[in-house]
């Protein structure tokens, strides 16, 4: 869970997301931009802002339970299965920490926003489902990673579970960050200079864990830790 928090984080601030949340919050609130800052009420904002983040976590949880269910389909092949998510989380690991560079793994599919009227808070969630369901490349490898790990989970609700951290780690940081560009944008311009470094933390920490998931350590690392917890 501590992984797919942090994916979701990363995810959150890559250079494909991140530089477009002030858009995101204008699309979301008919907002505009005025003397540096989004001009909204912090009431509105919240509320729209939440149910995007529903929007978008509904989508991610339905594709956990929909990987975690083939995966229980194969159940007597699980040593298989981690070998081979484990395989593909590396490489994507690898494409993100630019150590790799295949195209194909770059295509990228979404929805016309533009066709989503803004009508208070359906449209909102509307526009979560759109971004749920047609994320850009760099948030695919994260999230196809914790796919790939949730068809290995025990459990389709350990799979849903891990999709619902993971939208979690995404969300929270972009309720943040929505409320705190309705004071100042200088806050985005000053993390965008992190975001090469981020992208690239977020590569080795995919590439560590499926590291793990091959070699089997992270059921054994998993189990450890259960020993902390109630």
């Known amino acids: 869970m501590i992984v797919a928090f942090t994916a ?8 494909c997301v991140f530089p477009l949340i002030p858009a995101y919050v204008s699309h979301l609130t008919g907002s505009t931009v005025q003397y540096n800052k989004i001009h909204v009420g912090k009431g509105m904002l919240i509320i729209r802002s939440i149910w995007f983040i529903l929007g978008f976590s509904l989508v991610f949880v339905a594709m956990g339970a929909s990987t ?10 699980r040593e298989l299965i981690e070998k081979i998510g484990g395989f593909f989380i590396i490489v ?9 560079n295949i195209r194909v ?3 990228e599919k979404h929805w016309d926003h533009g066709n ?5 808070q359906l449209s909102s969630f509307l526009l979560g ?11 695919g490898f994260a999230l196809s990673s914790i796919l790939l ?10 799979g849903m579970l891990l999709l619902f951290i993971y939208s979690l780690g995404l969300g929270i940081p972009f309720l943040l960050i929505s ?10 311009k000053n993390i965008n200079r992190w975001l090469p470094v981020l992208s690239l933390v977020n590569g080795w920490i995919l590439i560590g864990m499926g590291l793990l998931l091959f070699t089997g350590q992270l059921q054994k690392l998993s189990a450890w830790l259960a020993q902390f917890t109630f």
């Open 116 to 120: 989503i009227q803004k009508k208070g």
């Open 8 to 15: 979701g984080m990363l995810s959150f601030f890559s250079p």
């Open 149 to 158: 790990l949730a068809s290995s989970s025990e459990t389709v609700h350990n």
């Open 105 to 107: 793994l770059m295509f």
């Open 68 to 77: 975690s269910m083939i995966g229980q389909l194969f159940a007597g092949y």
């Open 179 to 188: 409320l705190l560009i309705t004071y100042s944008l200088s806050v985005v």
């Open 129 to 139: 489902l759109a971004f749920g369901s047609g994320w850009s490349p760099c948030v």
């Open 92 to 100: 994507f690991g690898l494409q993100m920490a630019r150590i790799l």
